[in-house]
């Protein structure tokens, strides 16, 4: 493969159960480590529908879909990375222990997932709001929707300061680290090597924590105005369930253009006043990034470029110092 010089071509990712996620703008490559040592990559064929039509690929629109894409594309990469992470090594199991066991899986996941929205929507949409309400900041909408934002961060730190400390996700934290430096090493237009990949940071301003920021800022510009006119038309402030359902309405808005903001801050870093902006986000991936063992790296390079090389759709396994034999 042919490997870019420069960060023309965008790409993203995420880190998966044991594995990497790259994602290019036709190909989303997946390569997960087996109990056995094995990487096994999987390569889809994917084209945004913001690239398919004029309209989804307008400012704002863009970034909502942008989003909802990639919302589903990381429920399908986890529950695919769990199940070759979770497959038994010598393959002992029956076919028909083994399609019940897949079954199982496919079961807990989806109910984890949907466990995990209803959680994650009450912990940091409703919670925020109510606790806003409960110390009595209803006029001032800036006032309320500053106090909810302030909660709306802290949670999330304390959120994944907590779950840092589980042995699976300081794991899943570490492939996080070796995704940020795989993909800074080809911005940067180095070799995709190991080596080269050591010495970069494992904190990149257009991760999705930075988003998760942005977005809460910005959500209290914009809540706050919604929550200014409602006032003013109807006399009276938002009751909390009135505030909930404009809140919600409004989040789409608010998702694209946090997906905006973030484009922007990527691609001017040399700013002084955009890397401000971006310092926050930055602090909070100590938590969310580990520095990863070389294992690891070589895991998210065989992703990387796997999606760099548009590959076809297929499923392959690789052994040992794999990063070589790609490309």
Not at 9 to 26: D, F, K, N, T, W
Not at 247 to 260: D, K, M, R
Not at 273 to 300: C, D, H, K, Y
């Amino acid at each position: 493969m042919k490997e870019e010089k420069s960060s023309d071509l965008h790409v993203g990712g995420q880190a998966v159960i044991e594995g990497v996620m790259i994602r290019s703008p036709h190909t989303v490559s997946t390569a997960v480590r087996r109990p056995d040592g094995e990487i096994v990559v999987k390569n889809e064929k994917f084209v945004s529908l913001t690239q398919r039509s004029k309209l989804l690929g307008k400012p704002l629109i863009r970034g909502l879909v942008s989003f909802v894409e990639m919302l589903v594309i990381s429920i399908k990469t986890l529950n695919y990375s769990a199940e070759i992470a979770m497959e038994d090594e010598g393959g002992t199991k029956p076919p028909e222990e083994k399609l019940k066991s897949n079954f199982l899986k496919s079961v807990y996941m989806a109910f984890t997932f949907i466990f995990a929205l209803a959680l994650g929507f009450g912990i940091f949409f409703f919670l925020p709001l109510w606790f806003s309400h409960v110390l009595g900041v209803r006029k001032e909408a800036l006032a309320f929707n500053l106090i909810a934002g302030c909660a709306r961060v802290t949670l999330f730190i304390v959120y994944v300061w907590i779950i840092s400390k589980f042995g699976e996700f300081k794991k899943i934290f570490q492939y996080h680290g070796a995704e940020h430096k795989s993909i800074y090493a080809y911005e940067s237009g180095k070799e995709l090597t190991v080596e080269n990949v050591k010495g970069f940071s494992t904190r990149h301003p257009r991760c999705g924590t930075s988003f998760i920021l942005i977005v809460v800022v910005f959500a209290i510009l914009v809540y706050s105005v919604s929550d200014t006119l409602y006032y003013l038309i109807t006399g009276v402030p938002p009751t909390l369930p009135q505030r909930m359902l404009i809140h919600f309405t409004l989040l789409p808005l608010v998702a694209g253009s946090g997906f905006e903001l973030l484009r922007f801050s990527g691609k001017t870093q040399h700013r002084k006043i955009i890397r401000a902006f971006s310092a926050p986000g930055l602090w909070i991936q100590s938590i969310t990034t580990r520095e990863p063992n070389e294992a690891q790296m070589e895991v998210a390079l065989i992703a990387l470029k796997n999606a760099l090389s548009g590959a076809e759709p297929s499923v392959t396994t690789c052994t040992e110092n794999a990063s070589k034999l790609v490309g």
